[in-house]
Structure formats: structure tokens, C-alpha cells
């Protein structure tokens, strides 16, 4: 048996136990085979050395956030715990300070974690317009709404407007309860997600009830001029050509916009075509106009979304017209 000792000098030690120890259970029930003692501002490990050395990884993993941000929520604390060393220190721990985008409320940094991110922050930052294509996972929706945040809190712009086709994907909005704003805002989920991740509560609440933060479906976008705005099309591959033209012409002075899409995912009517691809063709060498592709390399959901992917782009190359059955 092996012994270790972590110092906390560089931490709240109340902060990092938790409430009433909260954490330090966390920290117990994840290495049941350690026994783990708190001393003052010591952490005493006790048991096999290679279960000590991966307790001792995260334990410091734990520190090195904590120095950084102060605060550490309990599910931040057992996602650390959890995770692998990579996905830990691209999600957690800060390479570099300068590419954080947004603080999040809870203490998380957002920033771009993959090359293609971190050229879709480039790109959002030379140009008006960004279409940022690729598949499920690969951060488009998270990073544009992270870009939008951050030039809300920087006085670049005075106002967010996220906007997403409401298509219906297998359900009919008809027989989905409530009225017409119950009925749309589980096509708009997403988006709140993302505000949840990097604005408080309160603040995003008093945003919102000031429309400083609007969501709404692109239908609404119609007949409207955006000024000073960051404005974000999501899921656009479900826009059809004249719904694209008509968002793109409402982007008014000191405006910046996102368009992203999966070409993919395409939830429209047999009878109807996605304007995207043609957006993306016609638009490709105006001087101003960005284009980002994104693939399974840029995928941070679950690792096995990477090979889900992956798996349909190789069947998808097996089918005669080249495209996937519906």
C-alpha cells in the first residue's frame, strides 16, 4: 500500500469539499478502492500506487481550474472526475487564456476546442457573414451562439436575434399541446441550452424580457431590417431557398450573422428543396462571406458520435445517387 499527500494551498478548501463535504464524497465514490482523508487544507491518498497516480491527475486537474476560476460547481467537480485527461482539459482546464470566449456562470469556460472552431472564431471575426456547415456534434450552434454572447458583453453589437426554421422532424405541430409559443420552443431548445451554459439566469432572463436576446422561428424574421445585431440561422439545411435569400437581406449596419447547417440532417418535405446548397455555391467568393466545413474530427458530444458519424458517410457512399434513403 501506498501513501500520498495533496496540499490545497491555492484553493478555498471549503470550495473545493463542498457543503457539508459534498464533493469530497464525489471524490470518495468515484476511487472506492482509495482511502482518501481531509486534513486541513491536505488531501491523504492511500492505497494502490496506480490508483493513487490516477486520483492524483484529477485531483489536480481540479486545482488547476479552481486556480483559475475560483468556483467549481458540483457537476463541473464530477465531470472532471469522470471524464478522460483529454476531454478534461479541453473542456475544463484553459490552455491558453486568451481564446476563452465566454465565462459561463458556473465558472466553465467556453471557448473553440477544435481546429475548425477555433477557424470559425477567425472567420466570425473578419467577416459579416459565416456559414459553418458540418455534421451533428461539431460545436457549430455552441460556438456560434458563444461568438454572438461575447460581442453582446463587448458593446460590439446591442442585440442577439437566434433564428431556426420550425420544421417539423417525424411530429406535426398540430398535435403538439399548447399554444403556438409551446408548440415552437422545443424547435428552439437548443439555442436556450447554449444561453443557459454562458449567461446567468437572471441576467438572461432580464435579456430576454427586454429583447436584447430574441429567439424566434425564421418565419418572424420576415419584412424586418437587423441593426447592430449578432444574428445566428441554425439548422438553416431546413430553409428553403427563398427563406436563406430573405434572412440574409435582413442584415442591416454594424450586423454580423452566422448561417449554420448539417446537409445531412434535411427534415423538409419530399416536395421541398433545402436552399443551403445553393446559398453556400452562389456565395462563395463574395469578398465579406466566410465558409467554414466542419467534420467528425470537430465532433465533442459522446466519442461515439465520432463513429455514428462516420458509420453514415460510409453508407451514404454506398447508396446509387450518393445521398441517404429517408
Known amino acids: 500500500m501506498t501513501e500520498t499527500i495533496i496540499n490545497l ?3 478555498n478548501p471549503i470550495e473545493f469539499f463542498g457543503v457539508n463535504n459534498s464533493k469530497f464524497d464525489i471524490l470518495k465514490k468515484k476511487f472506492p478502492l482509495l482511502k482518501i482523508l481531509s486534513r486541513g487544507t491536505q488531501i491523504k491518498l492511500s492505497g494502490a500506487p496506480e490508483q493513487i497516480e490516477l486520483a492524483k491527475e484529477k485531483i489536480t486537474l481540479i486545482i488547476q481550474y479552481m486556480e483559475r476560476n475560483g468556483h467549481l460547481s458540483e457537476n463541473y467537480f464530477e465531470q472532471i472526475l469522470g471524464g478522460d485527461d483529454a476531454e478534461v482539459i479541453d473542456n475544463f482546464v484553459d490552455k491558453n487564456p486568451n481564446e476563452v470566449l465566454v465565462f459561463g456562470p458556473n465558472g466553465k469556460t467556453v471557448r473553440a476546442r477544435t481546429a475548425n472552431q477555433k477557424r470559425m472564431v477567425t472567420a466570425a471575426d473578419k467577416n459579416d457573414i459565416v456559414f459553418a456547415i458540418g455534421p451533428a456534434g461539431t460545436g457549430k450552434t455552441y460556438t456560434a451562439v458563444a461568438l454572438a454572447v461575447r460581442a453582446l458583453k463587448n458593446k460590439v453589437v446591442k442585440k442577439i436575434i437566434l433564428t431556426r426554421p420550425a420544421v417539423e422532424a417525424g411530429e406535426s405541430l398540430g398535435f403538439l399541446p399548447g399554444d403556438l409559443k409551446e408548440k415552437i420552443d422545443p424547435y ?6 447554449a444561453l443557459d451554459d454562458m449567461i446567468p439566469a437572471d441576467k438572461l432572463g432580464y435579456y430576454m424580457s427586454t429583447r436584447t436576446i430574441e429567439i424566434a422561428p425564421l418565419a418572424y424574421m420576415r419584412g424586418r431590417t437587423l441593426d447592430n445585431a449578432f444574428i445566428i440561422l441554425d439548422e438553416s439545411q431546413n430553409a428553403n431557398d427563398l427563406q ?3 434572412f440574409l437581406t435582413r442584415i442591416g449596419s454594424n450586423a454580423k450573422a452566422i448561417i449554420t447547417g448539417d446537409p445531412t440532417q434535411v427534415d423538409l418535405p419530399r416536395n421541398q428543396k433545402s436552399g443551403l446548397e445553393k ?8 469578398e465579406g462571406i466566410s465558409h467554414i466545413e466542419l467534420d467528425e474530427e470537430d465532433v465533442v458530444r459522446h466519442k461515439l458520435v465520432k463513429a455514428i458519424i462516420k458509420a453514415y458517410d460510409k453508407e451514404k457512399e454506398n447508396e446509387p445517387d450518393g445521398s441517404y434513403h429517408r
Open 279 to 286: 446559398a453556400v455555391r452562389i456565395l462563395k467568393n463574395i
Open 9 to 11: 494551498d491555492t484553493v
Open 188 to 193: 428552439l431548445r437548443p439555442l436556450y441550452d
Open 244 to 246: 436563406i435569400k430573405m
